[in-house]
């Protein structure tokens, strides 16, 4: 049984957006610094994992109502796939590619990388890997 812990609830609210919010940080920033996929899923799972301390497992499966293996499989597929682009293009498995001035709408004149898409797949996995451990760990027969 969790004991109600209104301040606790309160603080972590605030947290876990923070965290969530540096964990897309070190993502975005992999690439010309040091972060990532792997960092980014780790401290994304942090989050979760200070809500299921907060909470419980059935709170947090209503905030996040996915099932983590299928989380896996899809960052799998997506760091296979982004691997595969440069087979196809005749270049070594994970030869990465990139585009200069890229518009996009919303958000401008960019440069595209398929190292992001390979971290992205890093991170669903990173993500769904620990978060199906955490929760195998934490349930209750």
């Given amino acids: 049984m969790k004991i109600n812990n209104l301040v606790l609830q309160t603080i972590t609210k605030v947290i876990v ?5 540096y964990a897309v940080d070190l993502f975005f920033a992999g690439h010309y610094t040091p972060g990532g996929g792997f960092i980014g899923g780790l401290m ?3 989050a979760i994992v200070l809500l299921l301390i907060t909470y419980d497992l059935k709170v947090v499966k209503k905030i996040f109502p996915v099932n983590f293996i299928y989380v896996t499989a899809t960052g799998l597929l997506i760091s296979t796939l982004t691997g595969m682009i440069a087979v196809l293009k005749n270049k070594p498995y994970l030869s ?11 958000i401008g ?12 797949g890093v991170f669903l996995v990173v993500v769904g890997v620990t978060m199906t451990i955490i929760q195998t760990i934490g349930e209750d027969d």
């Fill in 17 to 21: 957006f923070l965290i969530l919010l």
């Fill in 44 to 46: 994304a799972s942090g």
């Fill in 96 to 106: 990465h590619f990139f585009t200069k001035n890229a518009h996009l709408p919303l």
């Fill in 109 to 120: 004149t960019t440069t595209l990388h398929t190292a992001a898409l390979f971290d992205l």
